[in-house]
């Protein structure tokens, strides 16, 4: 059981936007601004696509944002487009004790 | 750029300690960043296993802690995961990673390590 909760599907047709949410506790969502995504097509390494909640590593297209309310955390992919296709992971910092923590995944079909 | 490339073992026997080194290029294993082992079991999702800091501090999964070492060698540039009496459900592809602001930026390709006799 992972420690934060992922919906383990989400759709959309390309264009449409879809969320994904991703929800913790106040000891780790709630507590600190330190949510990450990862995109991961089949078969390949994990990407970064939000940290610190909100911000954008370099490279990743506008269409991915991020935000937070309470102990949930959302991704929104704007603009879906057919590679957009993968597996998403949330992430949060949980405290010194569990630094990191990873949501179940959530798989995201284009359809 | 940094870069990462794990190495090690394929196999492990039932019981025995898993061990793996991550080989870091392109950038100081010095730096401020953690550096971190995360594995995903086949068909499953992303668990973290432990990170460590160039000064030496380590974190690691509280599940996982009691058969968990990570460790620094600052000479080659690496960093290495050791786990021990590992079972099946250790069978998993292991990432190692640098990270910041609980952030995971640079991931290896990943290793996939089974657990079998």
């Known amino acids: 059981q992972s420690a934060l909760t992922q919906p383990p599907s989400a759709s959309g047709s390309p264009g449409q936007s879809v969320t994904i949410s991703c929800t913790g506790t106040?000891?780790?969502?709630?507590?600190?601004?330190?949510v990450s995504w990862y995109q991961q097509h089949p078969g390949k390494v994990p990407k970064l696509m939000i940290y610190?909640?909100?911000k954008r590593p370099s490279g990743v297209p506008d269409r991915f944002s991020g935000s937070k309310s309470g102990n949930t955390a959302s991704l929104t992919v704007s603009g879906l487009q057919p590679e957009d296709e993968a597996d998403y992971y949330c992430s949060s910092y949980a405290g010194s004790n569990n630094p990191v923590v990873f949501g179940g995944g959530t798989k995201l079909t284009v359809l | 750029q940094v870069q990462l490339q794990e190495s090690g073992p394929g196999l492990v026997k039932p019981s025995g300690t898993l061990s793996l080194t991550c080989a870091v290029s392109?950038?100081?294993?010095?730096?401020?960043?953690?550096w971190n082992w995360v594995r995903q079991p086949p068909g499953k999702g992303l668990e973290w296993i432990g990170e460590i800091h160039h000064s030496g501090s380590t974190n690691y999964n509280p599940s996982l802690k009691s058969r968990v070492t990570i460790s620094l060698d600052k000479s080659k540039n690496q960093f290495s995961l050791k786990l021990s009496s590992v079972t099946a459900a250790d069978t998993a592809v292991y990432y190692c990673?640098?990270?910041?602001?609980?952030?995971?930026?640079?991931w290896g390709q990943g290793t996939l390590v089974t657990v079998s006799s």
């Open positions: 106040s000891s780790d969502i709630g507590g600190y601004n330190y």
């Open positions: 990673a640098s990270s910041r602001s609980a952030a995971h930026d640079y």
């Open positions: 610190e909640v909100t």
């Open positions: 392109g950038g100081s294993i010095s730096s401020s960043n953690w």
